[in-house]
């Protein structure tokens, strides 16, 4: 038959595929050594009836499978099937053997489901050499078998899915005869020529992982981000982790990427300094010691992604079924899903240096409703990633159609298959387990071929959003067979969303009611989503604040993405505790910038000044706050002219500034003051603080200062008195000395008369004018008027000798 023809994004080369072969093989080597020592676990798939296993003691032995190889034969090949045994009975098994037996084709896709869950026909034996023999099987004792067959003698006919039984033949002492005691039933895809028209398959190859960074950093220029646990993250990006596995595994494989840029940006965080909380608080802290092996992973992606397809979802992969059922109530909510549709871009290019498609949406487990799509799309997305067991087929359509379809309002649903995608839950660390899974797959994957084969369809293929390392193993086996099979080639998500979609296909979005309740029981509640606006208003009331606002708001924004992911399913105490977190460090750093308690004031006499202190334990400067001085008793203190005052306020980082602020007081008493911190915009920032203002208007010490002022003023003005009654003195003394001899001679006798000694009348006589002569003759009497020289004046008094203190000078 005619290969199909290529398509963009869907032709692997052959040295690609030749690789794939080659990496699977040896990938596989040293798991399935280490699942070989495993102890033996019955399948889920080989349940019986109660009542054919008391018939047929098919449960008699256990039989488990550890390798089927090739999975997918062709002509010439030779099957190998490995496995172990087990005597589950109370009796020792003898003559047994461990045989293929190969029933007919199946028909349909459910036939398959039917098949897996219970099927009593085994089909006829190859037998002959084809068997592994057991001489004696005692009870409890495990053993391991063996059996290469040709496929040629297998006796398959056209091409399809065959069940494929692997039976224990034996007898025991209570039924001496040959019996099936033991079966494990799997299936056998068989094409051998390329298909006609071969399926576009495109498998999805997520790598996500749960939070593991908080929003603190360090107060330092580059902010070391802190961890809130790196052992975890570091395991899984360790040789044998999860992480490490997926990419492995799928860097050898035809997938798109389907990548959490929060995982990309914690790895890069991880690559340099960085520092881990202990015992879950940042008060302390440990250096980070796994710088070398998230480099080594990091790099290898950059490698492995480069000219493939990658696919971004929002920042931390939200949960949008939560955000639709619950956080649309809550306002605001929707703007975070927008936030981390935007980031995620720039996140993915600055580490990967590659441009990622953020046009998907992928809810969980592909479950969607009207409020579910409504939601993931109002970021931006136009295609929502959904599951058939969500979107149903409700038309009479043979076959399964193409993943793409419309579903209104310029939006496509990209349907991947349930089947498929679930194929590998579950311990895939069993071999058993393991094995029957991939022979599942690889049956589903013909089937759905064959259904219509000469209608080529694309199938999608969306796995669980964190596989294990296990699973992942067991991924990578069965897409590398189904890529080097002849029915199928490989895709990228953007050629199947552009895929004409199939006309009878269900397009109807399904009711609200059909959402699975063990699903919503799972969702984030209404309060998770209004405890993280409040944490956005306070973070929006803080930043306006900040200097460098980028040092708070990018962390912080990116914290309450985290707080909204997927990965917090299950995980309610844990989530809870995390929004509380990155809340209460939140309003720790609000609180560095708050004002100082005050104590009571006394204001003494009409005004003063009143100091208020901003104090900023922030690293960085704050501005653009204002600060406002209230009085509630406005009649009896006022601020400044009025009821309150208000100054801007500028702190540098780590410092303290005092605002003084003038009142005035109009009567005695106490009164109420306020100071409160403001946003420019008006916004109350902070915690008040109130204090008292006593006021004391007239106090004895301002009566003492009035009383002192007062005295002053009297002692100036009989100073001034004094000195006017002196220069009329002297005046007058200077005229007298001006007249004729006789009058003075007159006046000396007229003292005389009056009683004066003859000393002071000889002195007068012999008109001496000399200082003492003066002095004694103003001595004599009252009614001389002998003139003075100011300076000997006595214009204080004389035990005041000290000059005199400051306010206390009058101007003459």
């Known amino acids: 038959m005619a290969e199909a023809a290529d398509f963009q994004g869907t032709s692997p080369s052959p040295a690609r595929r030749w690789l794939r072969r080659t990496g699977a093989l040896l990938a596989g080597a040293p798991l399935l050594a280490g699942i070989l020592q495993l ?18 003691g098919s449960r008699t032995v256990g039989v488990s499978l550890n390798s089927l190889s090739p999975s997918v034969p062709s002509d010439g090949d030779t099957l190998t099937v490995t496995g172990r045994i087990v005597n589950k009975g109370k009796q020792a098994v003898t003559a047994a053997h461990v045989g293929l037996r190969v029933g007919p084709t199946l028909e349909g896709r459910s036939a398959i489901d039917d098949a897996a869950k219970s099927n009593p026909y085994a089909g006829t034996e190859v037998g002959g050499k084809y068997v592994a023999e ?70 999805l190859w997520p790598l996500i992982s749960a939070s593991h960074m908080t929003a603190e950093t360090g ?92 696919v971004a979802l929002p920042f931390a992969d939200p949960d949008l079924a939560s955000l639709a059922h619950s956080g649309t109530a809550v306002t605001g909510s929707l703007s975070h899903l927008k936030d981390a549709t935007t980031v995620a871009a720039t996140t993915v290019e600055s580490i990967l240096h590659v441009t990622p498609d953020t046009d998907y949406a992928w809810p969980v487990n592909g479950a969607i409703d009207p409020s579910i799509v409504k939601v993931a799309t109002s970021a931006g997305a136009d295609t929502v990633l959904t599951r058939s067991d969500s979107l149903r087929e409700t038309g009479a359509l043979p076959y399964t159609p193409s993943a793409a379809r419309p579903i209104g309002g310029g939006t496509t649903a990209v349907v991947a298959d349930a089947r498929l995608s679930t194929a590998f839950q579950g311990d895939m660390t069993v071999a058993d387990n393991s094995t029957l899974a991939v022979q599942r797959f690889l049956a589903q994957s013909l089937m759905l071929n064959h259904q219509a084969p000469d209608r080529q369809r694309s199938i999608v293929i969306a796995p669980q959003r964190m596989p294990s390392a296990g699973q992942a193993q067991t991924m990578a086996a069965a897409l590398t067979a189904l890529q080097d099979g002849n029915w199928s080639q490989s895709a990228e998500l953007s050629a199947a969303t552009r895929a004409k979609p199939d006309a009878g296909a269900t397009t109807r979005v399904p009711s609200a009611s059909s959402y699975p309740s063990s699903l919503r029981k799972q969702e984030l509640p209404r309060g998770a989503f209004e405890q993280i606006q409040r944490t956005q208003k306070e973070l929006d009331s803080f930043q306006v604040i900040l200097s460098d606002k980028s040092r708070v708001v990018t962390p912080f924004g990116r914290a309450m993405d985290r707080s909204m992911s997927t990965s917090w399913r299950g995980r309610a105490a844990e989530a809870s505790a995390y929004r509380t977190g990155v809340e209460r460090y939140l309003v720790g750093l609000t609180e560095s910038v708050a004002l100082i308690d005050k104590s009571e004031a006394k204001l003494s006499g009409r005004s003063a000044t009143i100091p208020i202190t901003v104090q900023n334990n922030l690293v960085q400067g704050v501005d653009h706050l204002v600060l406002r001085l209230t009085s509630e008793q406005p009649s009896r203190l006022s601020i400044g002219d009025g009821v309150f ?43 008040a603080v109130t204090f008292d203002v006593k006021v004391t208007e007239i106090t004895p010490t301002v009566m003492l200062v009035i009383a002192g002022g007062v005295l002053l003023l009297v002692l100036a003005g009989f ?18 000395e001006n007249t004729p001899a006789d009058g003075g001679e007159a006046e000396i006798a007229a003292g005389a008369e009056n009683g004066d000694s003859a000393e002071n009348a000889a002195a007068a006589e012999s008109g001496d004018d000399t200082e003492s002569g003066r002095v004694a003759a103003s001595a004599s009497g009252p009614e001389a008027h002998v003139p003075e020289h100011a300076s000997d004046s006595p214009d204080t008094a004389p035990e005041i000798t000290d000059p005199s203190g400051t306010g206390e000078r009058v101007d003459r």
């Open 134 to 203: 057991f001489a004696k099987l005692a009870p409890g004792i495990s053993q391991s078998f063996s059996i290469s067959v040709p496929v040629d003698k297998l006796d398959l006919g056209s091409d399809g899915v065959y069940q494929l039984g692997v039976t224990l033949t034996g007898r025991t002492s209570a039924a001496p005869y040959e019996q099936i005691l033991g079966i494990e039933r799997t299936f056998l895809p068989w094409q051998p020529e390329a298909a006609g028209t071969k399926s576009r398959t495109t498998y």
């Open 645 to 687: 005052e208000e100054q801007r306020v500028t702190v540098s980082g780590g410092h303290s500034q005092s605002v003084k602020f003038t009142t005035n007081a109009h009567a005695n008493g106490r009164a109420a003051v306020v100071a409160q911190l403001y946003t420019q915009d008006g916004r109350a920032y902070g915690t």
């Open 219 to 310: 107060s330092n220029e580059q902010q070391t981000p802190i961890f809130a646990d790196d052992d975890a993250l570091a395991a899984e990006l360790s040789p044998g982790g999860r992480l490490e596995r997926l990419l492995s595994l799928g860097k050898d494989l035809d997938i798109t990427w389907v990548v959490d840029p929060d995982l990309l940006a914690s790895v890069d965080a991880m690559t340099r300094s960085y520092r881990v909380q202990v015992n879950g608080s940042s008060r302390t802290t440990t250096a980070g010691t796994h710088q070398a092996v998230a480099n080594k992973w990091l790099s290898e992606l950059e490698a492995a992604v480069e000219g493939e397809e990658v």
């Open 39 to 56: 102890p033996t676990s019955m399948p889920s798939y080989a349940s019986e009836p109660k009542a054919a296993a008391e018939a047929t």
């Open 719 to 736: 100073r001034m008195y004094t000195q006017r009654k002196r220069e009329a003195a002297r005046q007058a003394a200077q005229g007298a």
